[in-house]
């Protein structure tokens, strides 16, 4: 059996939550043939599959929306990518419907959301299973105008498949599918380094992880010296204003994940994203979330956010003055945790679709 995933290129939290479920899917069925298929650059997926037998594919599904940065969206970009995207789809499903069948393998083809792999997985008479908390159906029609168009395209695409992987802080997804609710769906952490564990682990203050997914959010790096109470660990993009790292700075080598530093963290400042609320969810850490106005899934990761996590809400521009509340207590959830297995009740799932 051939597992083909269609992961969204928008941002690295799709992927994140892919490889989880392939990783698990491994562990069930060590003889199937794993796919990724995805835009993101080679060596993050790398670093996010470690040992795993993942094959990638390097192409691309979706737009998703152009960012203007960590924290907005460029619609006018948006619209003009999506209609390149449009022209290029037809002989990318071509070639890799082809490429499939050359691998002798029955197939099942699993979106985490980009609406063309219901066009792939009908060129195969394969199985379609969407996995997300949304689809490109909800993120576009609050735009209205030209997105119109796009939502609905989306949505008869999403009404194709066999199975909706629900995942939590969902939007509606209302396309008529069979459903499988899933807890946090996230990766485990790897072991550190050694020097790196050492250090961590020798620290008299708290950690704090700084993240803003796969763009970064530029940041004076005089505002971590305003928290020496606090010490700071940041990944790849290192988008720090200034011409020094700061004292109370450590900055993660190649290679590993924030994921795997989460054990040790107190608290992350950040986004608000599925992946990273999921992963700090699993690891008990608490959350200061930045605002964030112009997406849709916002508004469930927030209600997530307050349900599931202990937590501080922040504005952008307390962001930028360095108000972040490291001081202040978090606010306790107003509901249980959610279960954490959520990749391993995925991969289960498409073991059930399929025997």
């Known amino acids: 059996m051939l597992i083909y995933v269609c992961s969204s290129s928008h941002g690295f939290g799709h992927a994140a939550r892919d490889v989880a479920v392939l990783q698990a899917l491994h ?3 060590p003889d199937w043939q794993l796919v990724l298929s995805s835009q993101l650059n080679e060596r993050v997926l790398m670093s996010l599959i470690g040992e795993a037998p993942i094959q990638i594919r390097p192409c691309r599904w979706d737009v998703g929306m152009v960012q203007a940065d960590a924290l907005g969206s460029d619609p006018d970009s948006t619209l003009l990518a999506l209609e390149h995207l449009h022209q290029q789809l037809p002989d990318l499903v071509r070639a890799e419907a082809e490429w499939i069948r050359s691998c002798g393998r029955p197939a099942l083809v699993l979106g985490d959301i980009p609406p063309a792999a ?4 009908a060129r195969l008479d394969a199985p379609l299973v969407w ?13 209205g105008g030209a997105f119109l168009r796009h939502a609905e395209q989306a949505r008869a695409s999403y009404a194709t498949g066999q199975l909706l992987l629900r995942c939590p802080f969902d939007l509606a997804m209302d396309w008529g ?3 499988q609710q899933l807890g946090l769906v996230c990766g485990t952490a790897r072991s550190l380094p050694p020097d790196l564990m050492e250090a961590l682990t020798t620290l008299d203050q708290p950690l704090i992880q700084i993240g803003f997914g796969g763009l ?3 940041l004076d790096g005089a505002l971590l010296e305003r928290w020496t109470s606090c010490h700071f660990v940041m990944a790849a993009p290192h988008a720090l204003v200034g011409d020094r790292c700061p004292a109370n700075l450590t900055l993660l080598p190649e290679g590993v994940r924030p994921l795997d530093v989460f054990p040790f963290c107190a608290r992350h400042l950040g986004k608000p994203g599925f992946s990273t609320f999921a992963e700090a969810m699993a690891a008990g850490v608490g959350l200061h979330v930045v605002e964030r106005r ?3 899934e916002v508004r469930a990761l927030l209600d997530g956010l307050v349900r599931h996590s202990h937590h501080r809400q922040l504005s952008r521009e307390q962001l930028m003055q360095g108000d972040w509340e490291l001081d202040r207590p978090l606010l306790p959830p107003s509901e249980s945790p959610l279960d954490a297995r959520g990749a391993r009740s995925a991969a289960e799932a498409l073991v059930m679709q399929l025997e």
């Open 27 to 29: 562990q069930l069925r």
């Open 118 to 121: 219901a066009a792939l997985a």
């Open 131 to 143: 996995m997300s908390n949304f689809g490109w159906d909800d993120i576009y029609a609050p735009f």
């Open 177 to 179: 599918c069979p459903e």
């Open 216 to 218: 970064g959010l530029p």
């Open 294 to 296: 112009d997406f849709a």
